[in-house]
C-alpha cells in the first residue's frame, strides 16, 4: 500500500513537471495585441499552450511588442512582434481554425531559443497586402509609358508625380520596385515575363481611376495582364510570418499564410522540423484580386541541422523560392593568430547571422580548390558587430589559409525529405536545395516560372554554401516549367563561385533524377556544370505544342552537361520534336556511361 501511494505521488509530481499553461484566447476586441500581450505576461511555467477559439482575429501593431530583431534574408531592424515566444521548454499553439488578421508591419510569430515548437491548424493573412496589383490598360513602348487602373483591395497614393503604396500607417516604399506581369485567369506570372524593377520618371492621373507611368522599359506587358510591384529592395522583406531560430523539434501543422511582409516560414539554426499538411496560397484563388502570397520564399532553413520533412503541403503564388535550403559561406577576413580569425558574413541581409558557436565544426575551403577541405572546430566566438566575428579554433589553422578563403559550417547541416506536395504558379524555383546530407524529393508536382529543381551553391553575392552529396529525385510530375524570360531548366545544377577559384571543378554529386515525368512546352530538362556522379533513367518527357506558351528557347538541348563526371543517361522516353536531344562536353562526353 505504501508502495502505491509513493508511486501515485511520483506520477503526479511528473505530471505536474510536464503540464502545459494553457491560456485560451477568443476574439474579443478589435485589437487582439494587448490581449495577448497581457495573457502572455503572468506565464511562469516552462511549458504554455496557446488556445484559439474559432473565429477571426485582429492584430493591430500598436501595442505590439517592440525589439531590434536579427533576420537572416530579411532587413534587421526594430520589428514589432505579434506572437513573441522565447526561451520555452515547450510552446503549443492550437488553432482550432482560427483566422488570424494582421495590419501594417508587424512580424506575427517569433520563436526563439524553444526546445519544442508545435502550431496547429490557423490561417494568417493582411487585411492591406504591401503589394500593388493593377490592370495594364495602355501601352506605348515608343514614347515609354504604361497606362495602369488599380485593381480594387490595394492601397496606394499618388503625390507629386510619384506612385506610392501601400500607405500604411504612414509607411510607403521608396518607389515601386521588384515588378512582375501576372496572368489575371491563371494567377500566374506572365509566360515568357522578366524580373525588372519600375521606378517611373513621373506618374499621372489620367481619370477614371487610370494612372499613366512614364518609363523606358525593356520588355513591356500585353494589354489585360495584371502589373504587380513589391517595392524597393532594402524595404521589401520585414518580416516573415513565421520566424524560428535557436530551436528544436518544430511542427508546423495545417497552417496556411495567405500573405507575409517576406518569407512564409523561415528557420534559423534549427533542427528536426516537420512542415505538415500546410500551405502558403493565396487565399481567393479563384476570384480575388491578389496574385501575391509571400513576398519572399514559402519556407526557407539556413544553417538548419537534424531532419526536416516538409510532407503534403502546397506553396503557390509567393514572389521567390518554395523551399531554399542552405548553409551560409563567410569569408576570412583577418588572420590575427595561429588559432584565431576573424570571419566576415558577405551579404548584406546575412548581417548579424549566427554563423558559428563554440563546439561547431568548421570546412575550410582553400583557394583555387572547391572542394571541403580542413575541418576545424571553433572553441569561442566573439562578434565585433554584424559584419565580422573573431573566431577562435581548437587546432592551428591551416599554414596555406588566407585572406578570402571561405569557411562553412559542417555542423549545421540537415536531412532534408519534400513529399506529396505542390509548389507553382510563383515567382522563382520551386526548391533550391545546397546540404550535403541525404536529399529525398519524391510524389511532388512542380509548376514553376524558373528552374524546378536548383542547385547552386555560391560564393557570389548570396553567399549560400552547400555542395549536395546524396540527392534523390523521384516519381515527380513537372508541368510547363521554366517558363522564364530568362533561361532555365526543370533541373538546373549551376555553382557560382568566385574568380579566385577553380571554374572547372566539381562541385555537387552523387544526384539520382528517375522515374519522373516531364510535360513542358520547351527542350531544357536538366542542365548541369560540374557534377561527379549524376544519374538520369526512367524518365518520361513529353513535349507539347501549345499556342499559349509557346517555345521560349528552341534550339536548346534536352540533356546539357559541362565539366562533370560518371554520368549515366539511359531508358528515358522522350516524345515530341527537338534539335538536340544530348549535349557534352569533351570533359563530359568521357565519362558518360549509356
Known amino acids: 500500500m505504501r508502495c502505491l501511494l509513493v508511486c501515485w505521488l511520483l506520477l503526479s509530481c511528473i505530471f505536474q513537471a ?6 485560451v484566447l477568443e476574439p474579443v476586441a478589435d485589437d487582439m495585441t494587448p490581449v495577448l500581450r497581457k495573457a ?12 484559439l477559439k474559432p473565429g477571426r482575429y485582429q492584430f493591430l501593431p ?11 534574408n530579411h532587413g534587421n531592424g526594430i520589428k514589432k512582434g505579434i506572437f513573441t515566444l522565447q526561451d520555452f521548454d515547450s510552446v503549443e499553439i492550437e488553432g482550432n481554425g482560427a483566422e488570424l488578421i494582421f495590419h501594417g508591419q508587424v512580424a506575427p510569430f517569433q520563436f526563439y531559443r524553444n526546445n519544442k515548437v508545435t502550431v496547429r491548424n490557423l490561417s494568417i493573412d493582411w487585411d492591406i497586402p504591401f503589394t500593388f496589383t493593377a490592370e495594364v490598360v495602355s501601352v506605348d513602348s515608343r514614347q515609354g509609358w504604361v497606362d495602369l487602373k488599380p485593381l480594387p483591395g490595394n492601397s496606394y497614393k499618388l503625390v507629386g508625380g510619384e506612385l506610392t503604396f501601400p500607405n500604411v500607417d504612414g509607411f510607403n516604399y521608396q518607389y515601386l520596385g521588384s515588378t512582375l506581369y501576372f496572368d489575371p485567369d491563371k494567377k500566374r506570372v506572365g509566360h515568357g515575363a522578366w524580373d525588372f524593377k519600375s521606378k517611373p520618371s513621373r506618374v499621372e492621373k489620367r481619370g477614371k481611376g487610370i494612372f499613366r507611368l512614364h518609363e523606358k522599359l525593356k520588355h513591356y506587358p500585353e494589354v489585360g495582364m ?58 481567393d484563388e479563384l476570384h480575388g484580386t491578389r496574385v501575391v502570397s509571400s513576398t519572399a520564399d514559402a519556407t526557407h532553413f539556413a544553417n538548419c541541422g537534424g531532419n526536416i520533412l516538409i510532407e503534403n503541403s502546397r506553396f503557390e503564388n509567393m514572389l521567390d523560392d518554395g523551399v531554399n535550403v542552405h548553409g551560409t559561406y563567410v569569408t576570412v577576413n583577418k588572420l590575427l593568430d595561429k588559432h584565431t580569425l576573424i570571419a566576415e558574413l558577405m551579404h548584406f541581409e546575412q548581417q548579424g547571422f549566427e554563423f558559428a558557436a563554440a563546439g561547431d565544426e568548421v570546412w575550410f575551403i582553400h583557394q583555387p580548390d572547391v572542394a571541403r577541405q580542413t575541418t576545424n572546430r571553433v572553441i569561442a566566438v566573439n562578434p565585433i558587430n554584424e559584419q565580422f566575428v573573431e573566431l577562435r579554433f581548437e587546432q592551428p589553422l591551416a599554414a596555406k589559409l588566407k585572406v578570402g578563403d571561405l569557411l562553412e559550417n559542417k555542423t549545421w547541416n540537415p536531412a532534408f525529405t519534400l513529399r506529396n506536395s505542390e509548389i507553382g504558379d510563383h515567382r522563382a524555383r520551386s526548391i533550391v536545395l545546397k546540404t550535403p546530407e541525404p536529399i529525398l524529393v519524391e510524389g511532388n508536382r512542380f509548376y514553376s516560372m524558373m528552374s524546378c529543381i536548383f542547385l547552386r551553391g555560391e560564393s557570389f553575392y548570396w553567399y549560400e554554401s552547400g555542395a549536395v552529396e546524396d540527392v534523390t529525385i523521384r516519381n515527380n510530375r513537372f508541368e510547363h516549367c521554366a517558363y522564364s524570360g530568362k533561361e532555365h531548366a ?65 534550339n536548346a538541348p534536352v540533356f546539357e552537361f559541362t565539366n562533370s563526371h560518371r554520368l549515366t543517361i539511359k531508358d528515358n522516353d522522350y516524345q515530341g520534336q527537338v534539335e538536340t536531344l544530348l549535349q557534352l562536353d569533351e570533359t563530359s562526353q568521357a565519362s558518360l556511361r549509356h
Open 490 to 554: 526543370v533541373v538546373y545544377i549551376t555553382p557560382r563561385l568566385g574568380r579566385g577559384f577553380d571554374a572547372t571543378q566539381a562541385f555537387d554529386g552523387n544526384i539520382r533524377f528517375i522515374d519522373n515525368d516531364i510535360l513542358t512546352f520547351d527542350n531544357r530538362v536538366v542542365w548541369a556544370d560540374r557534377v561527379d556522379g549524376m544519374t538520369v533513367t526512367g524518365n518520361r518527357i513529353v513535349k507539347v505544342s501549345d499556342t499559349n506558351r509557346p517555345p521560349l528557347h528552341p
Open 62 to 72: 500598436d501595442y505590439a511588442e517592440s525589439s531590434y530583431r536579427v533576420i537572416t
Open 18 to 23: 510536464k503540464a502545459l499553461e494553457t491560456i
Open 226 to 283: 495584371w502589373w504587380n510591384s513589391k517595392g524597393d529592395r532594402h524595404n521589401d522583406r520585414y518580416a516573415p510570418a513565421f520566424q524560428v531560430r535557436n530551436s528544436s523539434n518544430i511542427l508546423i501543422d495545417g497552417v496556411k499564410v495567405h500573405h507575409a511582409l517576406g518569407m512564409g516560414f523561415l528557420f534559423e539554426r534549427s533542427k528536426d522540423i516537420q512542415i505538415l499538411n500546410s500551405a502558403v496560397v493565396l487565399k
Open 40 to 51: 502572455l505576461a503572468v506565464v511562469t511555467d516552462p511549458h504554455v499552450r496557446i488556445v
